[in-house]
């Protein structure tokens, strides 16, 4: 169970997120809706501690380990994991190379042991069929001139390799014509299980006829200020953000 | 300025003279030091393993010749050993490739002891159509100072490929000068460096082209850390009529210390026309967004850094052609970051 209370994070002196409170239980996908700056990627960063959005206020937890206290890397080894609506370009490191360092560190912290180069080959063959990506693109630099459909794939990649239990998603669509979008939609479905909880943070609703939520909640003004079923995202399509928007003063 | 001599304090160098801007000699070096004696060269130094013949100089003498003609294909490991504290010494040793030859230079300044001076002059002959790889690993200790000067002269349509690998002592200064007579002959110039505690290195190199149609390429990159300081002074001058060259110049630097610095100086002089040439120099830090991106994925803060700068600086060591080398560059500055 993913547990946010009350929750305030500020960006330099600016405050985003202005007592967001949110519980999102194992085996559910929740999307997070909202206009533009309401603060869906901030809250993305937040749980994912990035430096510079500082939590002021509130708790957020998963399964019980206190996020805010933890370091990136030790939250990520906790099974968090932030697919990018970005995804960074590292040059000079093998997307391979990349992937094999952050799976065995997140062994490591977690007191598993390490996977080989051959068996860890193997997954990687596995899953990028999957994916239908180009296993030799993998050896080149991480998103290194990669197209914004492979870098989301690349994201997506990551995500069925290190098996997080907490995904959160920030407009994984965004770059992604209709073809990408149904492979890389399918690749999300197929981490779906009773032990993962999501959380889909989209502006629109095209991304939730793939990946079909149980709760939308929608987040304006730095809180969640309506939550429904999945008829809310269609509601929202139809007649936009405008009800939700703080009033001009 | 008369060539440096360090058994002569008025050559010293200090930074009034615009070349050692950076590098003050005379700061740390005011009296001619005592000589060295020689002392016998052991082991086969960081280059084991990859073969090839070898010449030696122990605290500047040499072990057997003092100079080398290559022809075929050929490796020579080229070794500078300093074994001893607070004297000084010179080495000169001479290099050629017959045409045709292609030849792997394998060179390593090895240095024990402490508070020493080493003075390195190095002649590079490379015959028309010959192909010279120098590749350097440089690792000497902190209050070491030492100078390496190499003069390089191609003929037409020779290849010369140069990569140098240092971690920086008291002052250390590697300075390559390079007549290019254009006409096919192809030039890599490439460096790195990775420096943390007080240390100081210098990367000074003149490419000069004097005839039509030669190539430079030059890629130098550093890291510094602490209180060290890295400098890279590099100048390409092409000459009148020395029409079609193509000469790029790139320095990247990473500072890692709030104390340390960089002082970079890269010259292009253009006297020809219809020339392509460009240079590039940067100073910075590491990416922070791709430092939580990195974490985010599970790297702890430390190894992320590390690996960051390992990519940053292996650019430059994939360059180098030759695979056994290439590896063995890799691995040794690897450990050294």
């Known amino acids: 169970m993913l547990k946010i209370n009350n929750l305030h994070v500020s960006v330099g002196d600016k405050p985003i997120l202005k007592g967001l409170t949110l519980d999102v239980p194992a085996g559910e996908v929740h999307a997070v809706m909202g206009p533009n700056g309401a603060g869906k990627s901030t809250l993305g960063y937040a749980l994912t501690g990035r430096p510079g959005y500082e939590a002021t206020q509130g708790e957020a937890a998963w399964n019980g380990a206190d996020l805010l206290a933890l370091d990136p890397a030790e939250r990520a080894a906790k099974g968090v994991f932030l697919s990018f609506q970005y995804p960074i370009e590292i040059p000079g490191v093998p997307a391979l190379t990349f992937v094999r360092t952050a799976l065995n560190a997140q062994k490591r912290a977690r007191g598993e042991e390490e996977v080989s180069a051959p068996a860890f080959l193997k997954l990687v063959r596995a899953a990028s069929q999957k994916l239908r990506m180009d296993f030799d693109m993998l050896k080149r630099p991480l998103n290194v001139g990669f197209s914004g459909g492979e870098k989301k794939r690349m994201e997506i990649l990551q995500m069925a390799l290190l098996e997080p239990s907490l995904l959160i998603l920030d407009e994984t669509d965004s770059g992604l014509d209709i073809d990408a979008l149904r492979i890389v939609a399918d690749g999300v479905n197929a981490l779906r299980s009773p032990e993962r909880a999501m959380v889909v943070i989209t502006h629109y609703q095209r991304l939730l006829d793939y990946i079909r939520p149980d709760r939308v909640h929608v987040l304006a003004g730095g809180r969640i200020v309506a939550s429904g079923g999945p008829e809310l995202a269609h509601e929202l399509e139809a007649e936009g953000y405008d009800k939700y928007l703080p009033q001009a003063a | ?337």
Request: aromatic letters at 6%.
């Open chain 2, 1 to 337: 300025m008369s060539a440096l001599n360090i058994r002569d304090s008025s050559t010293f160098p200090s930074r009034r003279v615009e070349a050692w801007k950076y590098s003050d000699l005379r700061r740390w070096l005011r009296e001619a030091p005592e000589v060295s004696s020689a002392v016998a060269v052991s082991g086969d130094g960081p280059w084991a393993g990859l073969g090839g013949d070898q010449l030696a100089f122990g605290n500047g003498a040499a072990a057997g010749a003092d100079a080398f003609v290559g022809s075929g294909e050929q490796v020579l490991r080229l070794r500078f050993v300093s074994e001893t504290s607070g004297t000084g010494h010179t080495a000169a040793a001479r290099i050629s490739a017959r045409p045709g030859a292609r030849l792997l230079l394998l060179e390593s300044h090895e240095g024990a002891g402490s508070g020493y001076v080493a003075h390195n002059r190095l002649e590079i002959d490379v015959a028309p159509g010959a192909e010279v790889t120098r590749l350097v690993l440089v690792e000497e200790p902190e209050d070491a100072i030492s100078v390496t000067e190499a003069e390089v002269r191609l003929g037409e349509g020779a290849r010369y490929a140069q990569t140098i690998a240092a971690t920086g002592a008291k002052l250390q200064r590697l300075e390559t000068r390079i007549v290019h007579p254009g006409q096919g002959a192809d030039v890599r110039m490439d460096g790195v460096y990775a420096l943390s505690g007080a240390r100081h290195v210098d990367l000074t190199s003149v490419v000069d082209h004097q005839g039509p149609d030669g190539r430079t390429s030059q890629l130098a990159k550093g890291v510094v850390r602490d209180t060290a300081r890295g400098v890279f002074q590099g100048k390409i001058v092409v000459q009148r009529g020395a029409d079609g060259t193509d000469a790029r110049m790139g320095h990247h630097a990473l500072i890692l210390g709030e104390r340390a610095e960089i002082d970079a100086k890269p010259e292009l002089i253009i006297y020809a026309d219809d020339v392509q040439c460009a240079h590039g120099n940067t100073v910075g830090n590491l990416d922070e967004s791709a430092l939580f991106y990195m974490q985010q994925r599970g790297l702890p803060a430390d190894e992320a850094r590390a690996l960051l700068t390992q990519a940053f600086l292996f650019e430059v060591i994939d360059r180098i052609d030759h695979e056994g080398a290439r590896e063995r560059v890799r691995e040794w500055l690897g450990d050294r970051l």
